[in-house]
């Protein structure tokens, strides 16, 4: 263990991290430039905490919560002032399915239900993982996704909404 700060390991470490947390963020905001902002802000703090981070077991975990926390806090703080619009041709990459109006159902949903949604579903990860990133239950984190999945199904009729669970395959 170094006791010195390591910019190559902080460095080797944001590159390893940076377009992955990027895109989850992007998944909830459906802003690109918000999302690299948010991103950015939280491999901030990680920079200024990198002495006890880098001795983490999963640091890039603490970065995507934080992230995450605060993608969810900026959908609903722009969600009670206006919509959250969408950036036309946004870098992050787009949920899988070419399907506008899955895309437009999932970006509908609750800022939980659709971080849920797109950690899950999108990026492949267990409950546990999800409920870890959005510092809350496993329970709370399949409530999230069974609401999602009912929205969805009113949405989109009850064919589409399998849709969302075929991703995950």
């Known amino acids: 263990m170094m006791a010195a700060f390591d910019g190559h390991d902080f460095e080797e470490f944001f590159r390893s991290e940076l377009r992955s947390v990027v895109a989850t963020v992007y998944r909830i905001t459906g802003d690109s430039g918000l999302s690299e902002e948010i991103t950015q802000d939280a491999f901030v703090r990680a920079l200024t905490r990198w002495r006890r981070l880098r001795h983490y077991d999963r640091p890039g975990a603490w970065v995507r919560r934080v992230a995450i926390r605060d993608a969810v806090r900026a959908v609903k703080r722009h969600a009670r002032q206006e919509p959250v619009a969408r950036v036309e041709g946004a870098v ?76 995950r395959g």
């Open 92 to 167: 992050a990459p787009p949920l899988p399915s070419k399907d506008e109006d899955l895309t437009a159902a999932v970006d509908a949903l609750p800022p939980q239900q659709r971080a849920a949604v797109a950690l899950y579903y999108l990026e492949g990860r267990p409950t546990a993982e999800v409920a870890d990133l959005l510092a809350c239950s496993e329970a709370t984190v399949r409530s999230h996704l069974h609401r999602a999945r009912q929205q969805l199904a009113v949405v989109l009729g009850d064919e589409r909404q399998e849709e969302v669970g075929d991703v």
